[in-house]
């Protein structure tokens, strides 16, 4: 299962030279073989990070066998856990008709309070904005998620109102999805062919730091949205708390599958450059604490894995170290582990 790579020492964004800043990486979290690099970009303006070598395209998805991705919705509850999934799901369902009026018709005035027990817990809270992906209640808009892998957001936002497609180069993933019913294409945007000016909305919710091509693809994504449609992208933030302590060892770096890793300004200049104008960029929390456990975990263990919890110790230092990041967002919004960038298409 030898992944071929090609040589890439300059920056996919800017075309300065790299310097190597990690190498002799391997693959923590998944156990492809192989022995991995970094390489930071030179222009100080810049700062992006990037894979060298890469992956060859036609080899990329072999990095992708064992991929979170592959895993099954949950479907059912144990009677357990019902109750407490019954007030966690009525404190998320008046979070989010209270914030972006999902919902709000069917709700009493006690549903919509209860929502306000989300903003006790600013980790709870990152994680409810991520899952309707920073989106507004817009009935019946029609929501493109690109790197949708099963299904698991769009059926989400299709519970909300949205009428969702999803489209994932990974045959596993989109058989998975499929089999729940979801409207779900394999390929990439640029192998797709989807009617123009269509969606309201575009996601790529931990996309672009996997894709070979991210400016095409964002042309590409331009050209499918309507006018005054939105783009909204997640992606690891290497300006982040989490890539500051833990460096070689943190999570988010993820070789092989991880090709480019962005800093806030390239990313929103390559937004820039595919005709979009950007109208929010920030950073979040979201998944802050599970970052700073798997990334511990990779320094003392030398591996983790993403589908099982890490030890409660571990887990419990690293809630202690999301709380500290969210404090220090006050101060340096751009430190979290995630950067949010929303766009759109005038």
Wanted: glycine share 8%; hydrophobic share 40%.
């Amino acid at each position: 299962m030898n992944i071929r790579v090609l040589a890439c020492g300059t920056c996919y964004f800017c075309g300065k030279s790299g310097r190597t800043l990690y190498e002799g990486l391997q693959d923590r979290l998944f156990g492809v073989p192989g022995d991995w690099s970094f390489r930071r970009c030179t222009n100080d303006r810049c700062g992006m990070l990037w894979l060298d070598p890469i992956p060859r395209l036609e080899d990329i998805g072999l990095a992708y066998r064992a991929y979170y991705t592959h895993q099954e919705i949950e479907a059912n509850v144990s009677s357990s856990r019902q109750l407490t999934r019954r007030i966690i799901n009525l404190v998320k369902a008046g979070y989010l008709s209270r914030k972006y009026g999902y919902l709000s018709r069917s709700f009493s005035a006690f549903q919509e309070w209860a929502g306000l027990f989300a903003y006790l817990n600013p980790l709870r809270r990152a994680d409810l904005d991520a899952a309707v992906t920073y989106l507004e209640h817009r009935e019946m808009g029609r929501l493109l998620d690109v790197g949708c892998g099963n299904g698991e957001a769009l059926r989400t936002m299709s519970n909300l109102g949205w009428d969702v497609q999803g489209l994932d180069p990974d045959p596993e993933a989109v058989q998975r999805g499929q089999a729940l019913g979801l409207r779900i294409r394999q390929g990439s945007l640029r192998e797709c062919v989807y009617a123009p000016n269509q969606f309201d909305a575009v996601t790529l919710t931990h996309v672009i730091e996997h894709l070979h091509d991210p400016l095409s693809d964002l042309q590409e994504a331009h050209g499918l949205l309507k006018k005054g449609g939105l783009l909204v992208i997640t992606t690891p933030n290497i300006g982040s708390l989490g890539h500051r302590l833990f460096r070689r060892n943190w999570v988010h770096l993820d070789p092989p599958r991880h090709l480019h890793i962005f800093a806030s300004r390239p990313l929103a200049a390559m937004v820039d450059r595919a005709g979009f104008r950007v109208i929010k960029l920030f950073s979040t929390v979201r998944w802050a604490a599970y970052a700073f456990a798997h990334s511990m975990q990779i320094y003392w263990r030398g591996g983790s894995s993403l589908g099982v919890t890490p030890p409660q110790p571990l887990f419990a230092l690293g809630w202690s170290l999301a709380f500290f990041e969210w404090s220090m967002l006050t101060f340096r919004p751009l430190l979290g582990e995630e950067i949010v960038l929303i766009a759109q298409k005038d």
